[in-house]
């Protein structure tokens, strides 16, 4: 896909700029599964609920703000709703070139999509994704951003600094063992498996 490949290349021209390897061309599936139907090879493997699975199709509906529908795609059943996005997206731009703002629910909210959308102009609104793990964990809103050093400082005053950039965009920071080791805060954080304490960051925040 043009625009996963697009921010993969961002991401190297990333971690290069940092002094990282650059990642090998991904070969991402675009499925979730091979199964194939020995009646409709056109369809695919789909999982409804914990237990029910089915050869099936899927539909990718648009509508406008008052409910009528303005575009539609079919796609296999085992197609993830992030990449059957861009057929219907270009369905619609080329009849609706007016369109100004995308609002879709957490399965399209990924980073090469939302590229597409910013580089396109228009606006893209996804669901607000709860902070994972024990509520007594601090979370990104506790950490204070630099963004003329780029690095995070963590609620007891201790840096934490750039290690690299992810496959998925994620950008980690992480501070020393020893700062970690007296910290009176330790028990609201998650450590890394070397006892360092290590945050990640959405990447497409400091392009």
Same mark, same amino acid.
């Given at each position: 896909?043009?625009?996963?490949?697009?921010?993969?290349? /961002?991401?190297?021209?990333?971690?290069?700029?940092?002094?990282?390897?650059?990642?090998?061309?991904?070969?991402?599936? =675009? &499925?979730?599964?091979?199964?194939?139907? +020995?009646?409709?090879? =056109?369809?695919?493997?789909?999982?409804?609920?914990?237990?029910?699975?089915?050869?099936? !199709?899927?539909?990718?509906?648009?509508?406008?703000?008052?409910?009528? &529908?303005?575009? !539609?795609? /079919?796609?296999?059943?085992?197609?993830?709703?992030?990449? +059957?996005?861009?057929?219907? !997206?270009?369905?619609?731009?080329?009849?609706?070139?007016?369109? /100004?703002?995308? &609002?879709? =629910?957490?399965?399209?909210?990924?980073?090469? *999509?939302?590229?597409?959308?910013?580089?396109?102009?228009? +606006?893209?609104? %996804?669901?607000?994704?709860?902070?994972?793990?024990?509520?007594?964990?601090?979370?990104?809103?506790? %950490? *204070?951003?630099?963004?003329?050093?780029?690095?995070?400082?963590?609620?007891?005053?201790?840096?934490?600094?750039?290690? +690299?950039?992810?496959?998925?965009?994620?950008?980690?920071?992480?501070?020393?063992?020893?700062?970690?080791?007296?910290?009176?805060?330790?028990?609201?954080?998650?450590?890394?498996?070397?006892?360092?304490?290590? %945050?990640?960051?959405?990447?497409?925040?400091?392009?």
């Amino acid at each position: 896909m043009i625009y996963q490949e697009e921010l993969e290349k /961002e991401i190297n021209e990333v971690r290069v700029k940092a002094g990282k390897k650059p990642f090998k061309k991904s070969e991402e599936k =675009d &499925v979730k599964n091979n199964k194939v139907s +020995t009646t409709d090879c =056109d369809s695919g493997w789909f999982h409804k609920g914990e237990h029910k699975e089915v050869f099936a !199709y899927s539909a990718q509906v648009a509508c406008d703000t008052h409910g009528w &529908v303005l575009g !539609y795609t /079919e796609d296999c059943g085992n197609l993830h709703d992030s990449r +059957t996005f861009f057929d219907l !997206y270009a369905k619609l731009i080329k009849k609706f070139p007016e369109i /100004e703002t995308v &609002v879709a =629910d957490a399965g399209y909210k990924t980073p090469a *999509i939302a590229k597409k959308l910013i580089d396109d102009g228009r +606006t893209g609104l %996804f669901p607000y994704t709860r902070p994972r793990g024990k509520k007594e964990l601090f979370r990104k809103r506790d %950490f *204070i951003y630099d963004y003329v050093n780029h690095t995070y400082t963590c609620p007891n005053g201790k840096q934490l600094i750039y290690k +690299t950039t992810r496959r998925d965009g994620y950008q980690e920071y992480r501070t020393t063992k020893a700062n970690c080791a007296t910290c009176p805060f330790l028990a609201h954080v998650q450590l890394h498996k070397t006892n360092r304490r290590q %945050f990640s960051d959405i990447f497409g925040n400091f392009i």
